[in-house]
């Protein structure tokens, strides 16, 4: 309600009309955000809101489309991509398949290059939140076909990576132009910064992730939604695969995983896969709500069992 009366002061004070328009816009759109269904009715077309394990499991039993591959693994799918507007034939990385049958980090898309977890994410993203076009975004990720797809569609959008070595805040030059430096437990953006915060498997490769739930808290206006993806258990618990010690020594678990990495040819650690208890610890971070979001999609050629965690910040 703060937040609301000071939207209000600003808007009478402003003499500037473009001004009003934008803080009129804004406070429009706080006030729909407030207005968020229960969870039990987050449901769409390719996805659906659950709470516990039980509820995930039983949705992925019902619906969980797999091309059949009896008769081989084909180069191409067919299906139409939500980021184009297109019907395509999307890549197939074939190895990929006959290795672990991971569906996610395949089916590419020729037009935009968005891969299925990519444009999943980008269409879940727009179904939930449904982003005002002025919506202020944060993206954990700067160099990658999903930053460029969503930066053209929301001027406002700021992206991100992480470089050990390099100032806090400051861009850094590669290849692929000026990019700005962060690091999701101590990000240097003001409070209230963003009407939406996307980290899209990031937060396995944060040995402190608590501390950046605490972060994407901080940033986001009230009103704000989180959106995480990340590798999971598919259980009730996370499980640590990797830790640091007081020294800053990596201690191995299991065996290790590393993850492709747009910045390093030697990939990063995954030190997590997740269970539903990382709703607990976003609640604990401070968003009132937290539910996970279960979707896939034959349509869309979404295959596989996709889950998001949405975190609301009252």
């Given at each position: ?58 949705y992925f039993d019902q619906a ?225 709500d937290a539910f996970l979001v ?21």
């Amino acid at each position: 309600m703060k937040h609301m009366i000071q939207m209000m002061k600003t808007l009478a004070r402003s003499e500037n009309r473009t001004f009003r328009n934008r803080a009129a816009s804004q406070l429009l759109g706080w006030i729909n955000r407030k207005r968020w269904p229960e969870t039990d009715q987050v449901t769409g077309e390719f996805y659906r809101a659950v709470t516990t394990s039980q509820d995930m499991h039983a949705y992925f039993d019902q619906a969980n489309p797999i091309p059949d591959i009896s008769a081989g693994i084909p180069d191409t799918v067919p299906g139409s991509c939500y980021v184009c507007h297109r019907d395509v034939e999307f890549e197939v990385k074939v190895d990929l398949i006959a290795e672990s049958n991971n569906w996610r980090e395949t089916l590419k898309c020729p037009i935009c290059d968005l891969i299925n977890r990519w444009r999943s994410s980008v269409h879940l993203f727009e179904e939930l939140v449904g982003p005002e076009p002025d919506d202020r975004i944060y993206l954990t990720e700067a160099i990658t076909p999903l930053f460029k797809a969503i930066s053209e569609r929301f001027e406002h959008c700021v992206g991100s990576e992480y470089a050990p070595d390099t100032p806090l805040g400051t861009e850094l030059e590669l290849p692929s132009g000026p990019t700005r430096i962060e690091d999701v437990t101590q990000l240097t953006f003001p409070d209230a910064s963003f009407e939406a915060v996307l980290s899209f498997d990031v937060l396995e490769h944060v040995p402190d992730y608590k501390s950046a739930l605490r972060e994407f808290y901080r940033v986001l206006a009230p009103g704000g939604q989180v959106l995480i993806s990340v590798p999971s258990t598919f259980t009730d618990h996370t499980q640590t695969r990797a830790e640091l010690d007081a020294d800053g020594n990596i201690h191995h678990l299991l065996e290790p995983s590393y993850h492709g990495d747009p910045l390093s040819d030697e990939g990063v650690l995954c030190y997590y896969e997740f269970g539903l208890d990382l709703l607990d610890e976003m609640k604990q971070a401070g968003f009132r709500d937290a539910f996970l979001v279960c979707y896939t999609s034959r349509p869309w050629a979404y295959f596989g069992a996709h889950l998001m965690f949405v975190g609301r910040k009252a």
